[in-house]
């Protein structure tokens, strides 16, 4: 075994890698918590709204 069988390996898992994220990324199952997730900025916004008294 020598040096371009292990650089060889490590780009195969480094691609598997990459794979499985993108496939965890864009499955249904986690788009509801993806959803929620991107709205959380906006909730603070929404609260300090409220908050806020009237001048």
Do not use: C
Request: glycine residues 2%; without cysteine; negative net charge.
């Amino acid at each position: 075994m020598d040096i371009n069988d292990l650089r060889s390996a490590v780009t195969v898992i480094s691609l598997m890698t990459f794979l499985g994220i993108v496939a965890w990324a864009w499955s249904r199952r986690n788009q509801s918590r993806f959803d929620e997730a991107a709205l959380l900025p906006f909730q603070d916004e929404a609260t300090n709204d409220r908050t806020k008294e009237p001048s």
